[in-house]
């Protein structure tokens, strides 16, 4: 899932729902499209819950050498927000 999943559902639920005219037998498309529609939010909604679960977080240590000379470690990851959804 992802937010074009999200978008695209969104979209097409909203355009089955309110500018399609035609019918089909036995199949309602406004509620098919509203049915779409809220599968789009939803997934919407996941996305983002799960992509602001995860955080970046980095540190870096620099150590002076005796000579003068400096070396620099970075460290980068990412992790699981543990107050997240």
């Given amino acids: 899932m992802g937010y074009g999943l ?8 909203l355009i089955l729902a309110f500018a399609v ?5 036995s199949v309602d498309l406004y509620t098919a499209g509203l049915i779409l529609a809220g599968v789009g939010v ?3 909604i996941l996305t983002a819950a799960t992509t602001m679960g995860r955080r970046r977080t ?11 000379s400096q070396t620099v470690q970075e460290r980068r990851s990412t992790h699981a927000d ?4």
């Fill in 6 to 13: 999200g978008i695209f559902l969104l979209a097409l639920g």
């Fill in 21 to 25: 005219g035609d019918s089909i037998a």
């Fill in 42 to 44: 939803l997934a919407l």
């Fill in 58 to 68: 980095g540190t870096v240590a620099t150590t002076t050498h005796p000579d003068g």
């Fill in 82 to 85: 543990p107050g997240g959804v």
